[in-house]
Every structure is written in C-alpha cells, then in structure tokens.
C-alpha cells in the first residue's frame, strides 16, 4: 500500500508554507504566531495519521495551543498513546515535514519517512484532537482536518478543551479495556475521576476556606465551571477572570505566566483577594498552576511550582511511610535549573533531588526512574508519576494497622487524583487543596517550609537564539564562546549569586534567571546578565528593553 499522493497534493495545494519562516518543534510543538502555521497544521495532521500506522492505530492526541503565550500566537503538538509527549526522534520528522518548501518537497519528504520508520501503510490510523480558545484556533483546526482527511484518519473531536484533558483522553482511549485502565475516556470521566478521589481524600477533615481561581480569560474556565457541579461542598472555589471570548484577554496580565514573571497578583484581583486568602492561577491551557495570597502586611507571597514540590513531595514520604512502605517505595524529586536553591536545599535533605535539562519531557523521562517521581518546574508545570510496580505494590499490600491502612488508601487515592500524563493546573490544584486540608495550613505556613532566595526572570530579544548552547543541564553556556565566563565573573561579586542563559524553547527569546540574598542584589544581576547577553550578541536595538541601560 502506497501514499495517497494524489489527494495528499490537491489539499496541500491548499496550505502552502509561507517563504522565508523556519518552523521548529520544540519543548512544546510547533508554537508561534497563528496566522503563520496553516501550512504546519495542514501537515502536523497528516503526521499524527503517520503516528498512529507507526503504533499500530493506536490513538495518538493532537493539541492545539500556545499555553500561556500572548493571543496572537497559536500551535501545535502531538501526544503519544500513553497521554506522554511526541518520541523525541519524531520530532525531528515534524520539523523536517513542515519546512518543505514545496507540496512536491512534502510528499518526498513523506515517502522518505514512511521508507526511514518503516511505517506500515495499511495499518489503522486514529487521532483524537482539540483545542484552546485563542481566536485563531477554528482555522487551523479546518487545516489539520485537511491533514487528517489527506491520509484518511479516523478521527474524535474532543472541542474546546484544556491540554491536560486532551492528555487524559488519548490514554483512556488507548487503555480501555486493559488492567491499566486510566479512566473513563470522556471529560465527564476526567471530572468524575477527579472529582471522587478528591472527596475520598478529604473526608472528615475540616472544609477549607473558598479558594480563588485565576483562569487567565482560558479554557480552564470552563474546566473550572464543570469540576464545581462535582466537587459540591467539598471544596469552594471561585473562579475569576473567565473572559473566553473578549479580544485580548486571554493571559493578559492575569494567569500563571504573568504571576510567575512579574511576581505580582493579577490586578483584576486586587479588589477581591484579602490578606491570608488563598488564590491560584491557571495559564491559557489549564497545564501550569501557580498559588499565592497577601500576608497580613497586604504583601503579595508567590507559591510556585518548587513551593507545590516540596508539600506534594514531603506529604508523600510521610504517607509511604506511615502506610509502612518506605523500604519499597522509593520517592524522588525532579527539578530544572530554575528551581529556586531554598528548594532544593529544602528538599535535598529529605529525598534524593536530579536536575534536568528544561522542558517536560525531561523532567518526565527522569521521574519515570523513581517509584514515585514528583517533577515541577518552577513556572508551576508538573505532576507525580506512580511507577507501574509501585501501582501493584499498593494494590497488593496488607496494612497491619489502621493507621497504616488510612494511609495506604490515601495514596491509592492520589493515584486517581493525579493525572499522571502531564502537568494538569485543575488535578494539581486540588492535589494541593489535599495536602493543605490534611497539615490544616494556611498559605503563610506553607510559605514557610523554607525561605525562596530572591530571584529574577528576564526575556531578552536577540537577533539569532540559535547560537546559544548549553550543558549542565542547562545551567552553563558553551556558546557563543566566552560569555559564560563573563556571566560567571559577574556571579562572583554577589552574595549566594547563581545566574544561568538559556535559549527559550517556547518562545524567541533568550531567558536569564539569577538568584542573590537580597532581592535588589537579584535584580540587579539578572539584568547586568541580560545586558551581557544583548550587547554581546547582537540584540535587536528596538527591543532593548529600559532596565538593561
């Protein structure tokens, strides 16, 4: 069975690559401006039916999204059968596929692929796909559903969802009927599922406070709205900033990026947040959490996603340990070079801590090596992953205690609590909800597990991202040649200073992250770094933001 390369070229026809643009797959998918990616999604459709031969037919997810990225912007990913991220050699295959040049270069370029992964043609294809909100996302969906009809996919349309649903849905899909069955493959199933663990790990404690939820004018609105009719009284939340459909509202000034970079409360909160209430913010997918609240000077204190880390982490050590099981469960933790050092100190003296390169997949990759790997990066991206042998030893054990036995079936419990594909802003939030019920905290108390080094995350704008390289898990740079020693002789002269540059992989932009003792000392260094990086690298002289002069 060959291509069907005559329908293949009539509706390629259709979305040709505009001249002059590189897309690239990255951390997160293709993700750039919307009105730029017809042409990507067009093909992107057709890989995912490729995918899913390569699998056997397995259900392979495809989202639409650019997260917590301004408006105008949109993308792309693919999710592989197990709710997991794209396999890493096939994101060179999508890059390859939506940078030919021509409908003739793509169809060669899929020959070579079906030649190169030995894909079986005659095997099934399913794909299940959503969205986001953004405005640009009906049309290129439509492109996609060319891609999908060009290699005669069998498709679902899941809608307007969050991400984490999406990831949700296709290993639902992929497990129905097995023993790993991961749940009901439908939202109502997601919501139930959650929904039901929460309230079981929940009862008889005291009910918490009502708890404000930043949507960031998204799809976890409507997340937020569905999982209200099925939490009940267990939990009251109050959802803010739920504009879907105004122009620009979408991650403006509100949602998990803003409130990670700016380390401010959303002014849309600022009339209703009161000191020592909690508040969490989600991003323009539902896929990053941040928590923070007022102190009783009115101060804003940012809980982010090392904060989530050390409660979940430390709560489920306590739990292996009180159901009796620390001898066969081991829990480790997985951070990125972003991780504030208080963390990391905090943490490190409790489990055994890894540091990985930036981006999902390798904070997942890693965690998958732990029996319970907890993985957040500190923009409030993460989840914990119970190994399958771990599954089986809560399923097998025999508690001798009551005691024992509560605890036990806590963490059964979590296990459904959890999404265990992907960072999931709706399950981590009431993850957190759990562990706060459960040590009677308050925001201040748990801001208090350890103190946060002052730090700064800066953007700077560079004429080429590409040149920069980087080791040590991104903590180091190798290129452009001698300015990590620059960065370093900088370091130096501050006290508990620590700085690092890394390419984004999101966005076209490089990030400079610092750390001081004092939060002036950690201004100042990120941008003496960010200005390092600027001037020795060409920057864009119309996008040399103020601070760096």
């Not at 953004?134 to 969050?162: M, W």
């Not at 803010?240 to 122009?247: C, L």
């Not at 007022?294 to 809980?303: A, C, H, I, P, V």
């Not at 981006?359 to 992953?385: I, S």
Request: proline fraction near 5%.
């Amino acid at each position: 069975m060959s291509l069907p390369v005559d329908t293949i070229r009539i509706l390629a026809d259709r979305h040709p690559k505009p001249a002059n643009i590189r897309f690239t797959y990255g951390t997160a998918g293709f993700r750039t401006l919307g009105s730029t990616l017809d042409s990507v999604m067009f093909r992107v459709g057709i890989l995912a039916g490729l995918r899913s031969k390569k699998l056997d037919g397995k259900t392979i997810g495809v989202m639409v999204t650019a997260s917590h990225n301004p408006e105008p912007d949109n993308g792309v990913k693919l999710v592989d059968p197990r709710g997991e991220m794209l396999e890493a050699a096939w994101e060179a295959h999508a890059t390859n596929l939506a940078n030919a040049p021509t409908t003739d270069a793509f169809i060669e370029a899929l020959e070579n692929l079906v030649k190169i992964a030995k894909i079986d043609l005659s095997k099934p294809s399913r794909i299940v796909y959503g969205r986001d909100t953004r405005p640009s996302g009906p049309s290129l969906v439509a492109a996609l559903e060319d891609g999908f009809q060009a290699i005669g996919a069998s498709v679902r349309n899941a809608g307007v969802t969050t991400t984490p649903i999406l990831h949700y849905l296709v290993r639902s899909i992929n497990t129905k009927g097995t023993k790993d069955e991961y749940g009901i493959d439908s939202e109502e199933g997601y919501m139930q599922k959650l929904s039901t663990a929460f309230k079981k790990l929940v009862a008889g404690k005291p009910a918490s406070p009502p708890l404000i939820v930043d949507c960031a004018n998204g799809v976890g609105a409507q997340a937020v709205d569905e999982i209200i009719k099925y939490l009940g009284d267990s939990l009251q939340l109050i959802p803010h900033n739920t504009a879907t459909t105004t122009p620009g509202a979408l991650n403006n000034a509100c949602g998990a990026d803003f409130v990670k970079t700016t380390q401010k409360l959303p002014p849309s909160l600022a009339q209703f947040l009161k000191p020592g209430q909690r508040a969490c913010s989600f991003d323009g997918d539902a896929d990053r959490l941040m928590y923070f609240y007022l102190d009783e000077r009115g101060q804003f204190r940012m809980l982010d996603g090392d904060k989530i880390a050390a409660l979940v982490a430390a709560f489920i050590v306590d739990l292996v340990k009180a159901a009796g099981l620390e001898e066969e469960i081991k829990v480790g933790i997985v951070q990125t070079a972003y991780a504030n050092g208080g963390s990391t100190k905090y943490l490190s003296d409790r489990l055994p801590v890894k540091c990985v390169p930036t981006g999902v997949k390798h904070l997942h990759h890693a965690a998958e090596h732990y029996d319970v790997g907890v993985y957040f990066e500190a923009n409030g991206h993460g989840t914990v992953l119970f190994s399958p042998d771990t599954q089986e030893t809560l399923a097998a054990h025999q508690p001798s205690t009551p005691a024992q036995s509560t605890a036990l079936n806590h963490l059964v419990n979590l296990t459904q609590l959890i999404n265990q594909t992907v960072g999931d802003a709706l399950s981590d939030m009431l993850l957190v909800e759990v562990v706060l019920a459960h040590k009677s905290y308050s925001g201040a108390e748990w801001d208090s597990l350890y103190v946060d080094l002052p730090n700064r995350l800066v953007k700077v704008v560079v004429s080429d991202i590409h040149i920069f390289k980087t080791e040590d898990a991104e903590r180091r740079l190798v290129s452009p040649p001698g300015l990590q020693a620059k960065i370093d002789e900088l370091v130096r002269r501050y006290e508990a200073g620590r700085a690092f540059v890394r390419p984004s992989g999101t966005e076209a932009v490089v990030r400079v992250y610092a750390e001081a003792m004092v939060r002036a000392q950690a201004d100042e260094l990120a941008f003496r770094v960010a200005g390092l990086v600027y001037d020795e690298t060409g920057g864009d002289p119309a996008r040399r933001p103020a601070e760096f002069l």
